[in-house]
């Protein structure tokens, strides 16, 4: 992880070579990384495929995907809240989607096999720093402050 001190999110837009781009958007997933994980938690794993960073908030796991540099790239972060199968599945699902409804702002509810997860995306075209911050706080955050309410409300059969 790159010590947030030392970056200036929003130095990375400037310059005009791809790879600076790049950089720099890897550079502030982790500055805004370092300021959300807690106990040294964050890990990254970097491949052909692009960037997977994993940290913990809170109670949460949260994981945040870089598929690569162009416009039509995706940042993508998600949160594991729950897993499924649960007790009055159909109810948990009603209240889902009325939390999507009003109280996840860009981030939404989901099913990833068989999880329930908070999740963003976003493609890189014209995205900022701001944004980034902004799309991997949110999903920590809704994350974090549903997690144990859902488990205590909808618990495994």
Request: hydrophobic share 40%.
């Amino acid at each position: 992880m790159t010590n947030a001190a030392t970056i200036d999110p929003l130095s990375a837009f400037q310059g005009d070579g791809v790879e600076e781009i790049t950089a720099n958007h890897v550079e502030v997933i982790e500055t805004v990384i370092s300021s959300l994980e807690q106990d040294g938690s964050a890990m990254v794993n970097h491949s052909e495929e692009g960037y997977l960073w994993k940290f913990k908030y809170g109670t949460v796991e949260v994981y945040v995907q870089l598929t690569g540099n162009t416009d039509d790239d995706t940042l993508t972060t998600w949160s594991p809240v729950h897993k499924l199968p649960v007790q009055n599945e159909p109810e948990m699902m009603r209240r889902l989607l009325e939390l999507n409804c009003g109280s996840t702002f860009e981030a939404c509810f989901g099913l990833l096999d068989d999880s329930v997860v908070v999740f963003a995306s976003r493609t890189l075209k014209d995205i900022n720093p701001s944004e980034i911050s902004r799309l991997m706080t949110i999903v920590a955050s809704i994350a974090d402050e549903n997690d144990e309410e859902l488990l205590k409300d909808y618990p495994a059969p």
